[in-house]
Nanobody, 120 residues
Framework: QVQLVESGGGSVQAGGSLRLSCAGSRYTANMAWLRQAPGKEREGVAS??????GYADSVKGRFTISKDNAKNTLYLQMNSLKFEDTAMYYC??????????????????WGQGTQVTVSS
């Protein structure tokens, strides 16, 4: 079992920045950030595995995923935020080495989410 706890969400004006954190109860190699806006399906935002990262096209160049393995903590630095980035953000993890990438349906462990609201 892996427990995940997100923090760092909040309200910000368009163009602003936020940094999300996700503290894990144990080390997990493959992790991701995903989000869900009202009325929309959950979508992958960024993933990290073995030092390799991946991003959704909508956030490339604006968001950066990183991981501190010593602290079992995942981060998402979000810059140049847009109104359309408004969503509940979740971190997810999986201990199976073949589970990776931005597909929300594949991850086993999820945090409770942290809300990000961007005003235009």
């Amino acid at each position: 079992q892996v427990q995940l706890v997100e923090s760092g969400g909040g309200s910000v004006q368009a163009g602003g920045s936020l940094r999300l954190s996700c503290a894990g109860s144990r080390y997990t190699a493959n992790m991701a950030w995903l989000r869900q806006a009202p009325g929309k399906e959950r979508e992958g935002v960024a993933s990290i595995e073995a030092g390799s990262t991946g991003y959704a096209d909508s956030v490339k160049g604006r968001f950066t995923i990183s991981k501190d393995n010593a602290k079992n903590t995942l981060y998402l630095q979000m810059n140049s935020l847009k109104f359309e980035d408004t969503a509940m953000y979740y971190c997810a993890a999986d201990q199976r080495p073949w589970i990776r990438g931005l597909d929300p349906s594949t991850y086993t462990y999820w945090g409770q989410g942290t809300q990000v609201t961007v005003s235009s």
